[in-house]
């Protein structure tokens, strides 16, 4: 999209024709890496919808867009390109451009798309920024951010709960604790550090945003020596999930499976 405006402010070419050449090459790319014929099928739908509709809409809204502030531009353009690149990914598709390329380069990496967009639009944004201005250069830039940042979230959601890993040499107390208190259900590992080759059990759970710091005094009180990371995790799916606040759980009562670990604050989900 960013070359065919450039390419369009300069030479004149219809910006839908122009974005439909440019991601020719670019799809036959995704073609290899990114699902052949479902991917095709998909991105070929999105690519001839936008770029039909990019030149049709061209004549209902304004070139300099709906308001004049450059930053209200930036911000929703981002946000709303966002949202519908990253229902397009979840579809298994692109919007074509530098788009695919962006997937291609997280497939094989693994990098978020934010960073990726960085990268790929970068030169464009450059470009953009000698021909058009380094003020639109810089809301260009945050355009992008967000857009990346955007995508990320809709593909992946927000990081509802955090994992723990302990490493300790008293697994039971620790596991007994944090049962009785979180009502939290622990898997544990048999580990050995590889420098010293001593033996120690490698802890696991998964708890609320809420209670991360009730787990982490809970642990320390029983062996200062634990050594504790904390994740961030979007999604737990099975386990056994606790409705209940720490002031009111009831101990005798038994734990209740569900599907899926929900945003309450008040649940918990059973790492084993």
């Not at 919808?49 to 809409?57: K, Q, R, T």
């Amino acid at each position: 999209m960013g070359i065919a405006v450039i390419i369009n402010a300069m030479l004149g070419w219809p910006l839908g024709l122009t974005m439909l050449i440019f991601n020719i090459p670019l799809v036959i790319l995704g073609f290899f890496y990114l699902g052949r014929y479902n991917f095709l099928i998909h991105t070929l739908t999105v690519v001839l919808i936008y770029s039909f509709g990019a030149d049709l809409l061209a004549g209902w809204l304004p070139a300099s867009g709906i308001t004049d502030d450059l930053l209200l531009n930036a911000i929703y353009g981002g946000v709303l390109g966002g949202i519908g690149s990253g229902l397009i990914y979840r579809g298994n598709g692109t919007s074509g451009g530098t788009g695919i390329l962006a997937r291609v380069i997280q497939f094989r990496t693994g990098m978020p798309i934010n960073q990726i967009y960085l990268f790929t639009d970068g030169i464009v944004v450059l470009i953009a920024a000698i021909l058009f201005g380094w003020e639109i250069g810089l809301y260009s830039l945050i355009t992008l951010f967000i857009w990346g940042v955007v995508v990320d979230y809709v593909l992946e959601g927000p990081s509802v709960v955090r994992t723990a890993t302990i490493i300790t040499d008293k697994p039971q107390e620790i596991g007994e604790a944090v049962l009785n208190r979180l009502r939290l259900g622990v898997t544990s590992w048999s580990a050995q550090g590889m420098f010293t080759a001593t033996k120690h059990t490698l802890l696991f759970c998964t708890v609320s945003r809420a209670d991360v710091d009730t787990l982490k005094s809970t642990i320390l009180a029983v062996d200062p020596d634990a050594f504790v990371v904390i994740g961030h995790g979007h999604q737990a799916i099975g386990g056994v999930i606790r409705h209940a606040t720490q002031e009111h759980i009831s101990h005798d009562s038994p734990p209740q499976k569900e599907e899926e670990y929900t945003t309450d604050s008040t649940s918990h989900t059973e790492g084993s």
